[in-house]
């Protein structure tokens, strides 16, 4: 059982590039997010989803693009990178919001 | 606003000393309080989840308890791989988490 699995663990990327984070989680769960984790602050809400299909903004979800075609995959796209995107990001799933959450091992990004 | 505070912002223990974590909160509207583990390089991992003020949860050495404003962890006689940081979350609707900065732990041997 893989639990969730995010891909890459490490990105460097320019500023105005673009890219995916992918997430990926095994367990059937309905509810899925990004957060991001930065120095001296709490893991804050990017973008979430509560079944395929649907999505919806968090606390800043600016910069960042979210779909859920399918209940396992939960991409969370950076269109155009800027340097204060430096961070890491972590991927969470459960069965419901409200439910523990299970996260992934995070992606930790650069933007030069 | 909605605001998570935790405190210590770090905390450093010799095994066997016991102390307490706090998490305080300022919401509209509490559904539920959890307390995750985090270790370096790694994703948070879940301890407690507490929904009303009284109620208390154990495992091993931790004690979780919750009030109308704020959350003790308790770590009752602390070993070296108690080391991590722990976070503090508040559920404040049906969509909306708020983690807390966390309390990073160390206890020395």
């Known amino acids: 059982n893989a639990g969730v699995t995010q891909t890459p663990k490490f990105q460097v990327l320019k500023t105005g590039q673009s890219m995916t984070l992918q997430c990926a989680q095994d367990m059937n769960h309905e509810y899925m997010s990004w957060y991001r984790q930065d120095p001296g602050m709490g893991l804050r809400l990017i973008h979430y989803s509560v079944g395929a299909g649907i999505t919806d903004q968090g606390e800043v979800p600016n910069g960042y693009n979210v779909s859920r075609s399918t209940t396992e995959d939960f991409p969370l796209r950076l269109l155009s990178a800027a340097p204060s995107q430096t961070s890491v990001y972590f991927c969470a799933s459960s069965r419901y919001m409200g439910n523990i959450q299970y996260f992934g091992a995070g992606t930790r990004l650069s933007v030069l | 606003e909605d605001q998570v505070t935790q405190s210590p912002e770090a905390l450093r223990l010799q095994e066997g000393e016991s102390s307490s974590l706090n998490c305080s909160y300022t919401v509209s509207g509490l559904r539920g309080l959890f307390w995750y583990r985090q270790d370096p390089g790694k994703g948070p991992e879940f301890l407690f989840t507490?929904?009303?003020a009284g109620e208390e949860k154990e495992k091993e050495r931790l004690k979780a308890t919750l009030t109308k404003k704020e959350s003790f962890l308790h770590i009752t006689a602390p070993k070296p791989e108690d080391s991590a940081t722990y976070l503090c979350a508040v559920q404040i609707n049906n969509n909306d988490m708020r983690f807390g900065a966390g309390t990073r732990l160390t206890v020395k041997p």
């Open positions: 507490l929904y009303s």
